[in-house]
Nanobody, 120 residues
Framework: QVQLVESGGGLGQPGGSLRLSCEVSDRAASVNNMAWYRRAPGKQRELVARITHAGATTYSDSVKGRFTISRDNAELTVALTMSNLKPEDTAVYYC??????????????WGQGTQVTVSS
């Protein structure tokens, strides 16, 4: 069973930076799109950023210019570098990826979520 293992997050200060990382547990997997979502208290989960296998990126308007998504196709990892943090960035952040094993069907997987809190 494929797992997405997240790390990073925690407490950040307004104007500061944090970095999230996510790794696909099965190194033999093929990975297509990778993304980060977040769910703030009392709100629905929303897309933060997405990156294709070729490296094309999209961002939500709320984080554009502040967050950067990147990936390492050899290591099957995706990272989210968050700069100029704002209190409204406080949320649980989830890694998401389209993964295929042994040439089978593509399936979509979620990480367990990691808490990011922005507060002074």
């Amino acid at each position: 069973q494929v797992q997405l293992v997240e790390s990073g997050g925690g407490l950040g200060q307004p104007g500061g930076s944090l970095r999230l990382s996510c790794e696909v547990s099965d190194r033999a997997a093929s990975v297509n799109n990778m993304a980060w979502y977040r769910r703030a208290p009392g709100k629905q989960r929303e897309l933060v950023a997405r990156i294709t296998h070729a490296g094309a990126t999209t961002y939500s308007d709320s984080v554009k210019g502040r967050f950067t998504i990147s990936r390492d196709n050899a290591e099957l990892t995706v990272a989210l570098t968050m700069s100029n943090l704002k209190p409204e960035d406080t949320a649980v952040y989830y890694c998401n990826a389209d993964v295929r094993l042994n040439g089978g069907l593509w399936s979509n997987y979620w990480g367990q979520g990691t808490q990011v809190t922005v507060s002074s």
